[in-house]
């Protein structure tokens, strides 16, 4: 398989890239979703269903798609890592990430050494099956994105610092978490939550990085443009499917 080298580029010059969460733990979503248009589609293997018994099959169907994919890994573990970038993961997501010692973490494990400590292995899918180990072990480091989830108070005062660390490229927003971290739960037009959205802004701009989210709201993307945010996600798989079959159950019950 060939990672597109030209794709991180893009996320760090901060061009509006429109993503989605597919978090059903189904390899048909992951091409459906892939399939439709999107820059971006980050596997959910936080918080949906799916595990290492889906992910190759999902990754697998994904390849059969232009969007750039990414996972996000239930936690800041240099395992998970390993899994899912061997099996083809050309983004890593990771959750709950507050502090610069968490994130240099972070960066070590997406990384081979000398920069890092991902473990060698030339076999795996990731590397064609042994066919380009080579080229990917010299080019990884600047191929492979890593987006940062800041989901607390603490990660937004050190979201400067965070956003500062080489090999950091998105400072991702976790809406839900934060705001209620926050004390504010689910209040996103709570003046608190848009100015640690501008301070996280301040911090990726000033770095050179680039600033992302997952929203729920459509109303809520125009707000995250217009202070800046250009990695940006509009719901689900899952979240599109309740709200379809929903609208279909109204329909036929004379709603």
Not at 193 to 204: E, P, S
């Amino acid at each position: 398989m060939k990672i597109s080298a030209d794709f991180k580029k893009r996320v760090l010059a901060r061009e509006w890239l429109a993503g989605s969460f597919v978090n059903l733990g189904s390899s048909v979503t992951v091409e459906l979703t892939g399939n439709l248009g999107f820059d971006w589609i980050l596997i959910d293997h936080e918080h949906g269903p799916g595990g290492e018994d889906t992910l190759l099959h999902q990754m697998q169907a994904a390849s059969a798609t232009p969007a750039f994919p990414m996972v996000r890994i239930a936690n800041n573990d240099p395992t998970r890592f390993k899994r899912v970038l061997d099996v083809g993961a050309q983004g890593v997501m990771v959750p709950w990430v507050s502090t610069v010692d968490e994130a240099k973490a972070a960066v070590a494990s997406l990384r081979y050494t000398p920069r890092g400590m991902r473990g060698i292995a030339k076999q795996h899918r990731g590397v064609g099956y042994g066919g380009n180990f080579d080229e990917y072990y010299k080019n990884a480091h600047d191929w492979l994105v890593l987006a940062t989830q800041l989901e607390t108070p603490e990660a937004v005062a050190n979201s400067e610092a965070i956003a500062a660390i080489d090999g950091v490229d998105v400072l991702f927003v976790g809406p839900t978490d934060l705001t209620y971290n926050m004390g504010i739960p689910d209040q996103y037009d709570n003046p608190k939550f848009i100015d640690a959205l501008k301070k996280i802004l301040a911090a990726a701009k000033k770095s050179n990085k680039a600033a992302g989210i997952l929203v729920h709201n459509p109303q809520l993307v125009a707000v995250c443009r217009d202070i800046g945010y250009t990695f940006v996600a509009l719901g689900s798989d899952g979240g599109a499917m309740v709200t379809g079959l929903k609208a279909n159950l109204a329909v036929l019950r004379g709603k």
